[in-house]
């Protein structure tokens, strides 16, 4: 049985890049990251600094919250990448912030 998600609902699954990202972001929705293979890293810290990272491991979900800065990825030298169902109510949008919370782009 196939999952018929609906227009109010996204899904999707991505495969992590071998770097976590240093761009801290917010979300206008909360958004859970279902970790299905490999381990993802997470920090909600406001300064880039990958030693803040939590692991977030295969068969774990980690919440992106409604409007909490975050940031995460996968790291270099892991030894396989982290494989992610992203769910969550849509449209989703991203928007791009500094070390104290403001706006540092446009949103995507």
Do not use: C
């Amino acid at each position: 049985m196939a999952i018929q998600p609906s227009p109010a609902r996204t899904w999707s699954s991505t495969s992590g890049i071998p770097a976590i990202s240093p761009s801290r972001t917010i979300t206008n929705n909360e958004r859970f990251a279902y970790v299905v293979s490999g381990t993802w890293w997470t920090s909600t810290s406001t300064v880039y600094d990958e030693r803040t990272t939590y692991p977030v491991h295969a068969g774990t979900v980690a919440v992106d919250k409604l409007k909490g800065i975050h940031w995460d990825g996968s790291r270099t030298g892991e030894k396989e990448p982290a494989v992610l169902i992203l769910a969550g109510t849509g449209p989703n949008t991203t928007q791009g912030v500094d070390e104290n919370g403001k706006d540092s782009g446009p949103p995507r």
